[in-house]
């Protein structure tokens, strides 16, 4: 048991009508701490109809191992179509710079990986200088405590996204915001990304609304004018059409008589416009949870 137990942001939605639902901010990396929440969190967790995730990842790796046509449908979505590489998306300097990283990281796959979209390199790359760390780990994230306990009550699982739609979203992205993320993780060192996981992850224990605020919605003034379209491109994509569809979600959860504890990732939440803004300026009260002890 930690010797200080998180206090994440928790909110409670209720509706003019009576409706009720949870809403809980996660993230996918986590330690110890996630699984000694406040008693509030838990009552509330046990006492609803259903859970909603993102996507639930359980099933989703039962039907990887199970289900081929499903398998090869996610592999599909991961490599080129048309007969292209890796290195013939993204400039020379950035191809030789990523290979010798992959190499370097073991995840190069000679035959295979110059087929992978220029994401699954950015992706490989950043999985890499989080293993090892001392602490933080995906078995470990809010997620994946959430849908285990979910599993083991038996209680129903909603999905919100699906695995499908979020790796043709990430896979889908312009060769050129595809290069620009690679070239972001080339050029940060593992000690950097660390520290910045590290961070939001503290900030996330710590349950701070402003702080967490203020860092989700960081200014972006100073993002390269040649970069705008880039940076329009990812914020779109990762933030405002998702969050559109999961407030629709979360208000369709309200009007379906369920109780529904909502958890998806905290930026969801926080984001300008997102769950918790929306929800508030569509008449629902939306209020944190205030924690005994």
């Known amino acids: 048991e930690p010797e200080e137990k998180p206090t994440p942001l928790f909110y409670h939605v209720t509706g003019p009508e009576g409706q009720e639902m949870w809403l809980l901010g996660t993230i996918h990396l986590g330690d110890e701490r996630t699984g000694f929440l406040p008693k509030e969190v838990y009552d509330a967790f046990d006492a609803s109809d259903a859970l909603a995730v993102e996507f639930d990842m359980n099933a989703a790796t039962r039907a990887m191992d199970e289900d081929p046509e499903f398998a090869q449908k996610i592999a599909a979505l991961l490599l080129y179509a048309d007969g292209t590489t890796a290195k013939e998306h993204m400039d ?24 992978m979209k220029v994401s699954m390199w950015e992706n490989s790359l950043t999985n890499y200088m989080l293993e090892g760390h001392r602490s933080l780990t995906a078995n470990k994230g809010m997620d ?65 609304e402003t702080a967490l605020r203020d860092m989700i919605n960081s200014d972006d003034s100073e993002v390269d004018p040649s970069e705008t379209a880039i940076a329009q491109e990812y914020e779109e994509a ?3 059409n998702r969050d559109k569809a ?48």
């Open 144 to 208: 994946q405590r959430l849908l285990d306990r979910a599993e083991a009550a038996e209680k129903e699982i909603l999905n919100v996204e699906s695995m499908e739609s979020q790796m043709a979203m990430l896979m889908g992205f312009s060769d050129a915001l595809q290069e620009y993320l690679l070239k972001a993780a080339l050029d940060t060192s593992r000690h950097e990304y660390i520290a910045g996981v590290e961070e939001l992850y503290e900030l996330w224990c710590s349950g701070d």
């Open 246 to 293: 999961m407030v629709e979600t979360a208000k369709g959860y309200l009007d379906s008589g369920k109780t529904v504890f909502y958890a998806v990732g905290l930026a969801h939440l926080l984001k300008d416009n997102g769950l918790v803004d929306s929800l508030r300026a569509a008449g629902y009260t939306v209020e944190p949870v205030t924690y005994a002890n």
């Open 238 to 240: 990762m933030s405002t």
């Open 92 to 115: 020379a300097d950035t191809y030789e710079t990523a290979l010798r990283y992959m190499k370097y990281t073991g995840n190069y796959v000679s035959g295979v990986s110059d087929l």
